[in-house]
């Protein structure tokens, strides 16, 4: 098995071992590996291939100290053809949230996705998808 280094904040690799101890991991080499291939297959689910779908992302980042909110505006203009909507709000003491609303292919969304997770100086990046033509009973009917 290769051997590969990374960076990261000691904050987070501390959680990341206390996850470890916590969830009987053998250690963090382990818990790597499962998020690498939990990421990996995020948008590699058949059932959402060639359909419409629409997403929901949501970025929380420290508006006082980031330039963020300047990228994920680039970004917005960027893929204006998938985002169907943008909210921008305050919340707690310095921190931004903002709120994506896509409409496009499993190919478009997760680029946006993968652009908004590279963007340096995030504090929280969530985000779910969902097939247009998936809600409940008038689905059943198609």
């Known amino acids: 098995m290769s051997v590969v280094s990374v960076s990261m904040p000691e904050e987070l690799l ?3 071992d206390q996850f470890a101890d916590d969830h009987g991991y ?3 080499s382990e818990v790597f590996r499962e998020a690498s291939r939990n990421l990996l297959e995020e948008f590699e689910d058949k059932r959402l291939e ?3 779908l629409m997403g929901i992302v949501t970025v ?8 963020v909110e300047e990228k994920m505006m680039h ?3 960027e ?4 985002v ?3 909210f921008h709000s305050h919340v707690g003491g310095h921190h931004c949230m903002e709120l994506f609303v896509l409409e496009g292919s499993l190919e478009t969304i997760s680029t946006f996705v993968g652009k908004i997770r590279a963007t340096k100086n995030t504090l929280t990046i969530d985000y779910s998808v969902l097939p247009v033509d998936d809600f409940g009973p008038l689905a059943e009917m198609t």
């Open 84 to 86: 169907a909507s943008n």
């Open 14 to 16: 501390e959680r990341i």
């Open 50 to 52: 060639n359909r419409e």
């Open 26 to 28: 053998t250690g963090r």
């Open 60 to 67: 929380v980042f420290d508006y006082e100290t980031t330039n």
């Open 75 to 77: 970004l917005r203009h």
């Open 79 to 82: 893929h204006e053809d998938i």
